[in-house]
């Protein structure tokens, strides 16, 4: 049986911008920032609407005023979206053009990540990668399309 790997959120002109499924089949990503539109907190409520705008834009190319997108440099394939007025960070990675949105990293004042969480996010990535490619001596991706379609509330 084919695991879905992936929810879509957006999908465009560019790219499709979805959020890893978990093996327990949670969506940390889509469910943090559906959590986040309906807090009564104002912090909370702009980062949902940072990332629910940003991820239209992206998917067509485009990118937000106060928005950092860029990769990581030391080989672990990482992509970072950064929003300094939120101080937050989602990390993914490109699978073809679908751009994996799996880790979320708070309150991130400086301009480095731990080590620690950069490893936990190149293990999902790996964990991701092995789900896909489905159990030894089976033919083929396990993956199914996104099929889904995020949206807001």
């Known amino acids: 049986m ?3 790997l992936t929810f879509e959120m957006r999908k465009g002109s560019q790219v499709t911008i979805a959020a ?19 807090s009564p907190h104002k912090p909370e409520k ?18 937000l005023l106060g928005e950092e997108f860029h990769g990581f ?10 929003h300094r007025g939120t101080k937050t960070r989602l990390l993914g990675f490109m ?4 751009l994996v949105v799996h880790y979320i990293v708070f309150g991130k004042k400086e301009d480095e990540i731990d080590p620690g969480e950069v490893d936990r996010a190149v ?9 896909k490619a489905g159990p030894p001596g089976t033919a083929g991706p ?6 889904k379609q995020g949206g807001r509330r």
Do not use: C
């Open 2 to 4: 084919a695991d879905e």
């Open 20 to 38: 890893y499924v978990m093996p327990d089949k949670t969506v940390p990503v889509r469910d943090l920032i559906r959590d986040w539109a309906t």
């Open 46 to 63: 702009t980062a949902a609407r940072h990332y629910t705008t940003s991820f239209t834009k992206r998917a067509d190319g485009q990118k």
């Open 73 to 82: 440099n030391d080989g672990t394939e990482l992509v970072e979206f950064k």
């Open 95 to 98: 699978d073809g053009k679908v």
């Open 123 to 131: 293990k999902r990535r790996k964990e991701y990668f092995d789900r």
């Open 142 to 147: 396990h993956l199914k399309s996104a099929g």
